[in-house]
């Protein structure tokens, strides 16, 4: 929610959007899907306010030219303490590790969402851009990158895939992602060690694919890590993810295929969900943007090229 608050001195226009809450419940089904058009007038960055970060309410990204808003217009906003901006043609997205503080018990973020994509044979929805990454959460707690369990990084973009058989008495997500990318500090010692720095900041991201082992997975017995490639500090790479739908053996299927910083891989999700039983695909989308940081902060960067292609 916004209070808008105008005040017109001389030849300036001042907006100032008042304290809002901006929040996502995890476990939601009730993402809105909203129109991925918008107006394109001045910038005017949106006011940071409180949030409880296990609430979901998406907001206007921004009032006028969007340079996100292919995916779309609105933002799910639980930074707290940071509003989206855009600069030198990349949309912004921070986050504070101070926030995870607050009455919620998920994790910060600013994200936004696609608009779903029912299955059916052959759909897709794809997502390709131009990214650079400045800080990513970190946080010192000895354990190797490769593991699920580490608590260094943050996600720049999410596959989310309902499937039926979706078991939520057993813990699974009302609103289950099945791959999560996560950019993370490149320590010393696999991980474990040291942030390596160049100038007094971090020198390099290692990126990983966090893929489920089965539909509806979380932790570490539900998911594996996969190293994807390693980026500079501030500099740009490609990013380009797709989920898309099959048919195989008269099975519903679904594979998520990326490239990210010039490497290619596919993934073919599970057919079961934690229980073991059947689970076909129901529905996609993807979500880009910043998610995670329980220590330091994150800034994330999608270039205003991000395009988003759907079938």
Not at 64 to 71: E, K, L, S, V
Not at 75 to 86: F, L, T
Request: charged share 25%.
């Amino acid at each position: 929610m916004k209070n808008f608050n105008i005040k017109l001195e001389l030849m300036a226009v001042a907006v100032a959007l008042t304290t809002l809450i901006s929040c996502e419940q995890e476990n939601d089904g009730l993402l809105m899907e909203a129109n991925p058009s918008s107006t394109k007038n001045n910038i005017t960055p949106l006011a940071k306010g409180t949030c409880d970060t296990n609430n979901y309410m998406p907001i206007d990204a921004i009032s006028g030219t969007d340079y996100n808003d292919d995916i779309n217009t609105e933002i799910d906003d639980r930074s707290c303490s940071h509003d989206y901006y855009q600069y030198n043609n990349f949309g912004v997205y921070k986050l504070n590790s101070a926030n995870n503080s607050g009455p919620g018990t998920l994790q910060v973020r600013m994200e936004r969402t696609s608009p779903k994509q029912n299955f059916a044979n052959g759909k897709y929805l794809q997502v390709t851009s131009t990214v650079r990454i400045n800080s990513a959460g970190s946080v010192t707690d000895n354990i190797s990158d490769s593991a699920v369990n580490d608590g260094d990084g943050t996600y720049i973009a999410q596959v989310k895939g309902k499937h039926t058989n979706l078991r939520t008495d057993l813990g699974e997500s009302q609103d289950p992602a099945i791959v999560l990318f996560v950019a993370k500090p490149k320590r010393n010692n696999s991980g474990t060690g040291s942030i390596i720095l160049q100038n007094g900041k971090v020198k390099d991201f290692k990126i990983y694919a966090e893929l489920v082992k089965k539909r509806g997975g979380s932790g570490t017995s539900g998911r594996r890590m996969v190293y994807i490639t390693t980026v500079k500090r501030n500099t740009d790479f490609n990013v380009d993810i797709k989920t898309e739908f099959y048919t195989s053996n008269n099975r519903k299927r679904q594979r998520v295929i990326y490239t990210i910083n010039g490497v290619t891989k596919t993934h073919e999700i599970s057919t079961q969900n934690t229980n073991g039983q059947t689970a076909e695909p129901v529905e996609t989308r993807i979500r880009i943007g910043a998610y995670r940081c329980k220590g330091g902060t994150a800034d994330i960067r999608w270039n205003r090229n991000l395009d988003l292609l759907k079938n």
